[in-house]
């Protein structure tokens, strides 16, 4: 196998389009088989929950778990403030923008100016 840098220009695009074309299959067949189907209503109860998790994931670990995988008990206040106000700003008005933006916008006052 070769490494990066030893990659033509020709296997840089080769690359380029098959990673274009793995990450298109996967949002496409969904769209397409759907089209002509009616979505269950307990498939669309179970799809409410996949945002919430995935953004609980992603929360938790890069707030609690350092980069060595261990569990941070402190130092990081900062950061869970934030995540405390991105959850209660993402619960009551159950947008996605809104959260991000005042999640970026708490972690950038309360680490980077007051640095909690």
Same mark, same amino acid.
């Given at each position: 196998?070769?490494?990066?840098?030893?990659m033509?220009?020709?296997?840089?695009?080769w !690359?380029v389009i098959?990673?274009? +074309?793995v990450?298109?299959?996967p949002?496409f067949?969904? !769209? !397409?088989?759907?089209? *002509?189907?009616?979505?269950p209503?307990?498939?669309n109860?179970?799809m409410r929950?996949?945002?919430?998790?995935?953004?609980?994931? !992603?929360v938790? *670990? @890069?707030v609690? +778990?350092?980069?060595?995988?261990? $569990?941070m008990? @402190?130092g990081?206040?900062?950061m +869970? $403030?934030?995540?405390?106000?991105?959850?209660?700003?993402?619960f009551?008005t159950?947008?996605?923008t809104?959260s991000v933006?005042i999640?970026?916008?708490?972690?950038? $006052?309360?680490?980077?100016?007051?640095? $909690?």
């Open positions: 196998m070769q490494s990066v840098s030893s033509s220009s020709l296997d840089h695009f !690359l098959f990673c274009a +074309i990450a298109f299959i949002r067949f969904p !769209l !397409l088989f759907f089209t *002509k189907r009616k979505i209503e307990w498939f109860e179970w929950f996949v945002p919430v998790s995935l953004f609980t994931a !992603l938790v *670990k @890069s609690f +778990i350092d980069s060595k995988y261990q $569990i008990t @402190s990081n206040l900062g +869970i $403030i934030s995540a405390i106000i991105v959850g209660v700003i993402a009551r159950r947008s996605m809104l933006v999640g970026l916008v708490s972690v950038m $006052i309360f680490v980077l100016v007051l640095h $909690i």
